[in-house]
């Protein structure tokens, strides 16, 4: 069960920081769809300079690197809980069995949601800013 603890914690770590860094990359990609908004007529020099600003930071942004990055991550969590998943279940005699148990799956579920929700979050609102400097 210590291995199993060890587990949870390292799934929890690097989980809890992939999510941080999802937050923030969708963050970003609000806040760069409201400056390509305010900046889409590109009536004057300013609003031009503003977007090509933001078809640089969209490009920053929005590459396959980053879509990689974020499923390779999401795959290590997923396979390190359902790991520890496995390595529990050996020790279903142990009287802290239940309680591992149930950590490992709430969070598994939490995580994989959460991450999705996320992804699935700033993937939609990068097509959006694309939609919108595509037309412009």
């Known amino acids: 069960m210590n ?3 060890l587990m949870l914690s390292l799934a929890g770590l690097v ?3 992939f999510n941080i860094q999802l937050s ?3 963050r970003d990609l ?3 769809r409201q400056k390509v908004e305010l900046n889409q007529l590109h009536a004057n020099e300013a609003q031009q300079k503003a977007i090509v600003e933001c078809r640089i930071e969209f490009r920053k942004l929005s590459n396959n690197d980053t879509y990689i990055i974020n499923f390779a991550v999401l795959a290590f969590v997923v396979f390190v809980l359902v790991n520890g ?3 529990a279940s ?3 005699a142990d009287a802290l069995y239940p309680y591992v148990m149930t950590a490992l799956v709430v969070f598994l579920i939490f995580f994989v949601a959460m991450s ?3 992804f699935s979050r700033g993937n939609e609102t990068a097509k959006s800013i694309r939609k919108v400097l595509d037309g412009i």
Do not use: D, I, K, P
């Open 116 to 118: 999705l929700w996320l």
């Open 15 to 17: 989980g809890s920081f």
């Open 30 to 32: 609000m806040a760069l």
């Open 3 to 5: 291995l199993v603890g």
């Open 85 to 87: 998943l496995l390595m």
């Open 90 to 92: 050996t020790s279903s």
């Open 24 to 26: 923030q990359w969708l």
